[in-house]
């Protein structure tokens, strides 16, 4: 099995005026294993091809992570964000599935185009 060590975003809505909310993005770093790994492209007649993955992540819990469960929007790995679409509670693990590419955003730490320091193996 691959390990990982990169970064987990972590979404917190905030209301910047009446009605308008905006995600103030966190990030953690986390360490855990690759445990599925499946790559594919989308190329249904569209001009540019959407690159969606298939893998699950299971990183080492923390209470930070146990606590905002809802709140995880993305992973970096192998230097590209990649949408969390489910997080399955493994205790003391979470096992991330991810999926498509994730739209960047600045975030509390760096600018949109840096991902952090991931490492594989």
Request: net charge negative; charged share 25%.
């Amino acid at each position: 099995m691959m390990k990982y060590s990169g970064i987990i975003g972590f979404a917190d809505e905030i209301e910047k005026e009446p009605g308008v909310f905006v995600s103030d993005i966190k990030e953690r770093h986390y360490f855990g294993e690759v445990s599925r790994f499946i790559s594919k492209s989308d190329q249904d007649a569209e001009v540019t091809v959407d690159q969606n993955v298939n893998n699950e992540i299971s990183i080492i819990a923390d209470t930070y992570a146990m606590k905002h469960l809802a709140d995880i929007r993305y992973i970096c790995w192998l230097g590209v964000k990649w949408r969390v679409g489910t997080v399955q509670i493994n205790y003391p693990r979470l096992v991330l599935s991810i999926g498509g590419l994730y739209n960047n955003v600045k975030t509390e730490s760096g600018s949109a185009d840096d991902p952090g320091n991931n490492s594989w193996e």
